[in-house]
Structures are given as C-alpha cells and as structure tokens.
C-alpha cells in the first residue's frame, strides 16, 4: 500500500545544541556535573565530546540536505548565548547562529529553533535554577533577545523541549543535576517553567513577529492495564501528572481542577502568585511538538504506600508489564505504534484540533556497527520503526488529525546525556575517533520517502 503524505508536510529531524554543538563560553549544569561525577555518564563520556556541529554545521548542513529534509530543528544555548544567563550577549554566539540560520534557508530547510533543551546555565543553576522566579524572568529576556536577534528569519519558535524531563530528572527521579529528590520543588520547577514559556510568548506576540511560537511535549499516553475503576483511575492521574501538567496550561491556558485539587490535598502546590493565571492563559500556543517515544502502561497499587517514603507520582500507580509487549532493549522502552495515533486523536476531540508535529520520535540501538554491510549500517529496524509510526500517523491525518510534519530524532549520532554514545539514533553514523559521517540505510530511506512525500508498505 502507498502512504502519501499532505503537500507540505514537513520532514526533517531534530537535535540540541547541548548534544551537538561542543565547546562552549558559558558553563551549563552538564559541564558541573560532570566535573562532579563522571561516573555518572555512560563510559564516562561527558558534554565536551558531541558531534562538534559548532565546526562541521556547514558540512552538516548539506548533508540535512542530502536527507532531503525540508526542515530542521534544533536548539540555541542559552549559555552560549548569554554565558552567565543574565548579562552581556556573546557576538561569537550570534554570528554562529546567524549563520546556521541563514545556511539552512539557503539550503531550502525551515529552521524551527527550541530556546530550552535541558541546558540551564550553570549560573542560572547557582541562584536556584526554575525554583526561582528571577530566573523565569532572566529566560524571558533571553527568549526576547532571541526573538529580535532572529525572529525576522526563525518563523517556528519553540520555548522548552520536554519541559516535564528537567522536573523528573532533576527533582523526582535523581537523573539530572541537581539530584533532588522533593515533590513540591518538582511542582515549583513544573509551574515556573509554565511561566516562563508564558513570558516568552507574551514577549513573542508583543514584538508583532511574522512566524508562530509553540512548545514541544513528550507525550506518553497512558495505558490502563484493565478498565477496572481502579485501573483507570491510575492510568488518569498518571495522565494529569506527565500529560497535562503541560498539556493543558499551553492549549486550554489553565490547569486541569483534578490535577490542582489533588496536589493541593497532598500539600504538594507550589507558591502562586494571584496574577499568574492571567499569564498562564496568555501562553496558549500556535504549534505544538509532541515527542513521542513510547507509552505508559499503569495499573492500581499492589501495595499500601510508605506514608515515610518521599511524596511520589508512584504513590497513585504501579507501571504495568503488559505481557508480550515490543521492547527496544537497548533503552528499555516499549515500542507501541498506535500510540502515535491515540495522542493525535486525542487532541483532536479534547483539545480543539490544534496545529502539531511529532517533533521527535526514534530508535536508540547499541553497538550498531555490528550491522554494517559494504561500509554502511543497515538499520532496517530503525526503517520498520518509522513505517510502522507513519503509518498510524497517516491514519491520524486520514481522519482529520491537524499532523504537519514528522521529524526524527535524530539526523547524526550524538551524545546523550547520561547515556552519553551508548544508543545511536542518527540516520547517519558518527564515527567518534575520526568524527566521519556515514549515511545509514534509515537515511536513505527517509530521504526518498521525503523526496515522494509517500512511502510503500
Ligand atoms: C528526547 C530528548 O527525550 O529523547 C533528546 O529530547 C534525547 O534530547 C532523546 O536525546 C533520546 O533519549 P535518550 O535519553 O536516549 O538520549
């Protein structure tokens, strides 16, 4: 069967400045922690050995371009671009930027540009990072700066991706600095990151600028194991935490009430302020990224829940193996296609309809080499995985599902934070010794079915 897609779809890939770029002024809380424990990291491998796209993005360039991608996305540094977050802006920043920029509409591919991906500067970081309001405020004029220095060519803005990463890494689940383990900071992280994508869209709609602004989301539809009462009531309160915590502030402009009622029971409300709803209804958004990688299965607690453990999601859901499941167990995540198309239809009937991408989706795989045939990797599992979620992206779109565009994650290998090289997602290959880049099979593939705008299957 042939797949064809709309005109002007969008197909291309997407990375992060952090995971890509290399060598840089400002200090993020990557290169802090690393210094603190390496150990940390896979094989010890930190944030100063990326795919070094600050000296090769000309050559990279064309190679997007030899995948036939028709847009891009990637992120700007904060910290590259204001190294201690607040003060002077750095002109090497700029023109770096600026040039990126230009080359890629130059070479016909839209760049879309995320102004957060996980790399808070470490400055920021030092004075409490999104715990403190006055960080929300230094992000808001770097947004601002961003916008005047780029907004002429940048149309497709994005304010964070994967917002609710930082919260779990870094304050639930002690896989990103600063290593918290506390609801309730977990939550003021949450809402102040709420308010500072807020900002940032006051600040684009009020500069006039001719493009749109959006934010990217991981989306894990979740799953009830069974539709006892029990069951699903799990599977929703796992929803209203790592769903529509954002979700619903950046398309309905406020929180959902079961989510407040339910934190504020626990004592577990971060500090608002009376004139903060007013902001959070001004951050509804024209474009929403979904990333989507995997789903969340959940069932009802086995067990009572330790009333000393610390305040956790958990205290509501045990997450659920659904026997016979598809497994990439490389990253341990489920692969489940139709999740794709459950989070599109979702949107459909419960939030308007609205403009949205999937921004990422991908297969990260180890030790990869081990396929190469005649000088190539041949990943055709990596070509199954993406037929597999165009397909019901397809059925999405067939159905009347506003899907724009499918971008993957991602073009080159690239470090992954603590995974650092351990899983390759690139449609091309890095070599890390030489830094040479091969074209995959997966690159090849995507680059014709971009070419047709349609795949068969
Ligand atoms: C997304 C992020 O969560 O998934 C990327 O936006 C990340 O930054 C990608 O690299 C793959 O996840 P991981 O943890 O395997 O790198």
Redesign the pocket.
Same mark, same amino acid.
């Given at each position: 069967m042939k797949y064809s897609f709309p005109e002007h779809f969008w197909w291309g890939s997407?990375s992060?400045a952090l995971?890509t770029e290399g060598t840089r002024e400002g200090q993020t809380t990557w290169d802090y922690w690393f210094t603190r424990e390496p150990n940390r990291f896979h094989n010890g491998v930190g944030p100063q050995h990326t795919s070094t796209f600050y000296q090769h993005w000309k050559t990279d360039i064309q190679l997007l371009k030899q995948l036939n991608h028709n847009s891009f996305r990637t992120s700007i540094s904060w910290a590259r671009l204001i190294p201690d977050g607040i003060g002077e802006v750095n002109p090497q920043a700029v023109d770096f930027y600026n040039q990126v920029i230009d080359e890629l509409i130059e070479q016909g591919i839209t760049p879309f540009i995320t102004l957060f991906?996980?790399d808070m500067p470490m400055a920021m970081q030092e004075i409490g990072g999104w715990e403190n309001r006055d960080v929300v405020e230094a992000y808001a004029r770097y947004a601002q700066i961003c916008f005047e220095l780029f907004g002429d060519r940048v149309l497709h803005w994005f304010t964070f991706?994967?917002p609710i990463?930082p919260v779990e890494g870094g304050y639930l689940y002690d896989f990103h600095y600063p290593n918290v383990v506390d609801f309730r900071r977990a939550a003021t992280v949450a809402y102040n990151t709420v308010l500072a994508h807020a900002l940032a869209v006051r600040a684009y709609r009020a500069g006039h600028y001719a493009g749109e602004i959006g934010i990217v989301l #991981?989306l894990t539809p979740s799953y009830p194991r069974s539709q006892n009462p029990a069951d699903v009531k799990a599977a929703h309160i796992a929803d209203l935490m790592f769903n529509r915590s954002f979700l619903d502030p950046v398309l309905r402009g406020e929180y959902p009430a079961d989510l407040v009622t339910l934190l504020k029971s626990y004592e577990q409300l971060p500090a608002c302020k009376p004139e903060d709803s007013a902001l959070i209804a001004e951050g509804k958004i024209d474009l929403l990224g979904i #990333?989507y /990688?995997q789903p969340r299965r959940v069932k009802c607690r086995d067990s009572a829940v330790n009333p000393q453990a610390p305040f956790m999601p958990e205290w509501f859901f045990d997450n659920y193996e659904m026997p016979g499941r598809k497994m990439n167990p490389y990253?341990g995540w489920e692969i489940y296609e139709p999740g794709i198309y459950d989070i599109l239809v979702n949107l459909r009937d419960n939030y308007g309809n609205p403009r949205c991408f999937i921004s990422?989706n =991908?297969m =990260?795989v180890e030790n990869e080499q081990r396929f190469i045939e005649n000088g190539q990797i041949n990943d055709q599992y990596r070509i199954d995985f993406i037929s597999g979620h165009l397909t019901w992206l397809h059925k999405g779109i067939s159905e009347g599902c506003n899907c724009l565009g499918y971008h993957m994650?991602?073009f080159i290998d #690239?470090w992954?934070?603590c995974?650092a090289y351990k #899983?390759r /997602?690139g449609f091309i290959q890095l070599d890390l010794d030489t830094q040479q880049r091969t074209i995959k099979k997966s690159g090849e593939w995507f680059a014709a079915t971009s070419l047709n705008n349609s795949f068969d299957k």
């Open positions: 997407a992060s995971q991906h996980f991706n994967e990463v #991981n #990333n /990688y990253r990422e =991908g =990260g994650w991602t #690239n992954s934070w995974n #899983n /997602y």
